[in-house]
T-cell receptor, first 115, second 116 residues
């Protein structure tokens, strides 16, 4: 059965700290791995990773994928209170026809950044 | 550029009733997926439509169904509602075509369904 596991489940840090969120997966017909940030309702897109070892960066956030060991990490440096949210990792899986058509989500990591 | 629009935002229904939720994708996007989010199970895939065809379906009972129209708008229907159907229902649109490289999925704000 396909599964995506995130750790830790929750994390409390102080502003300015650096955090690393983990995501491991076992998914048949892997296409890509995506990270989302969910504050209230709509998850907002952060990164899509398809190739191993290539870091993607956006401001203080960065992410990398290891397709051999089947995991990804999301780093946030110099955290701010506005980073408080649930961070979701999802793997995009293809069906037998090769069409990409579903995301398998982890349960998320709840990050709380204290002033 | 308008985002993904879901209506209604909130719904309260009674057990045994049925409900229809609507999702309008980003203009030009042909793929619409539906997800159920609950505190215990997280985000779970319901089904995905592309060009009016259901391409994949998750592990949900037959009470959950959907369709997509020629303008790519999608609806999902839940019949004979149960208390356990209370959840946030999210839809996501994507420009993905058959076998094309993905550019991510954009989520709507969801419909909060409460079954009493």
């Amino acid at each position: 059965e396909d599964k995506v596991v995130q750790s830790p489940l929750s994390l409390v840090v102080h502003e300015g700290d650096t955090v690393t969120l983990n995501c491991s997966y076992e998914v048949t017909n892997f296409r890509s791995l995506l990270w989302y940030k969910q504050e209230k309702k709509a998850p907002t897109f952060l990164f899509m990773l398809t190739s191993s070892g290539i870091e993607k960066k956006s401001g203080r956030l960065s992410s990398i994928l290891d397709k051999k060991e089947l995991f990804s990490i999301l780093n946030i440096t110099a955290t701010q209170t506005g980073d408080s949210a649930v961070y979701l990792c999802a793997v995009e899986a293809m069906n037998y026809g090769g069409a990409t058509n579903k995301l398998i989500f982890g349960t998320g990591t709840l990050l709380a950044v204290q002033p | 550029k308008a985002g993904v629009t879901q209506t209604p935002r909130y719904l309260i229904k009674t057990r045994g009733q049925q409900v229809t939720l609507s999702c309008s994708p980003i203009s030009g996007h042909r793929s619409v997926s539906w997800y159920q989010q609950t505190p215990g199970q997280g985000l779970q895939f319901l089904f995905e439509y592309f060009s009016e065809t259901q391409r994949n379906k998750g592990n949900f009972p037959g009470r959950f169904s959907g369709r997509q129209f020629s303008n790519s708008r999608s609806e999902m229907n839940v019949s004979t509602l149960e208390l356990g159907d209370s959840a946030l229902y999210l839809c996501a649109s994507s420009s993905l075509g058959q076998g094309a490289a993905g550019y991510g999925y954009t989520f709507g704000s969801g419909t909060r369904l409460t079954v009493v």
